[in-house]
């Protein structure tokens, strides 16, 4: 956020109202383009914080607005905005800003540009925490299939602990078998 604000600070530095020695070349364009600027950092920093239903409301009124290139970035803002964001929209929209050659669109291009990079990351970074989300669910699963084997071992052991106790008692192996009547000798 504090990168975010450098930049758009010095963004709106660069459209800064003409000095005192070029009144005669000043541009009411840039004046304009600069109040869109600042228009645009307190729209993203108001859109913050909203409540999801003000958030929702939010977005539905700026849909049916203008489609002015203002307009069209304090939408893609408030798209971005989770929950319920629709990045991909909000790049369009950023992108059709960008590539405009309205006057009003040229002073929002590096917002817009700075924008969409923002919103690429958190694009990627929600797609990797959705990734991170499907593995750690599937670690799970295993962890409880694994849990549930290990328990059925478990019983198969006592199981079978129980069946040697009951089992009679064996004589002992290195004991020699008694002779048959028929074999005995008779010592005299």
């Known amino acids: 956020m504090a990168l975010l604000a450098a930049v758009l600070l010095g963004a709106c530095a660069n459209l800064a109202a003409p000095g005192p020695g070029d009144a005669e070349r000043a541009d009411p ?11 645009a950092i307190e729209y993203y920093h108001f859109v913050r914080q909203l409540e999801p239903a003000e958030l929702e409301r ?25 929950p ?16 405009s050659p309205r006057p009003e669109a040229v002073a929002l291009r590096p917002l817009a540009r700075l924008l969409a990079d923002q919103f690429a990351e958190q694009q990627r970074l929600e797609t990797a925490a959705q990734s991170l989300a499907r593995q750690l669910e599937r670690t799970g699963q295993h962890l409880k299939e694994s849990r ?15 069946i040697e106790r009951t089992l009679p008692e064996r ?10 009547p028929t074999e005995r000798r008779i010592t005299r």
């Open 84 to 99: 319920g964001s629709n990045i991909p929209r909000a790049l369009a929209l950023l992108a059709v800003v960008d590539a």
């Open 29 to 39: 364009s840039k004046d304009g383009g600069r109040r869109a600027v600042e228009s």
């Open 58 to 82: 939010e977005r539905d009124v700026l849909a049916v607005g203008a489609g002015d290139p203002l307009n069209q970035l304090l939408q893609a803002i408030a798209l971005a905005r989770p």
């Open 148 to 162: 549930r084997h290990a328990r059925e071992l478990e019983e198969k052991i006592e199981a079978l602990t129980e």
């Open 171 to 180: 004589p002992a192996a290195h004991a020699a078998p008694p002779l048959a």
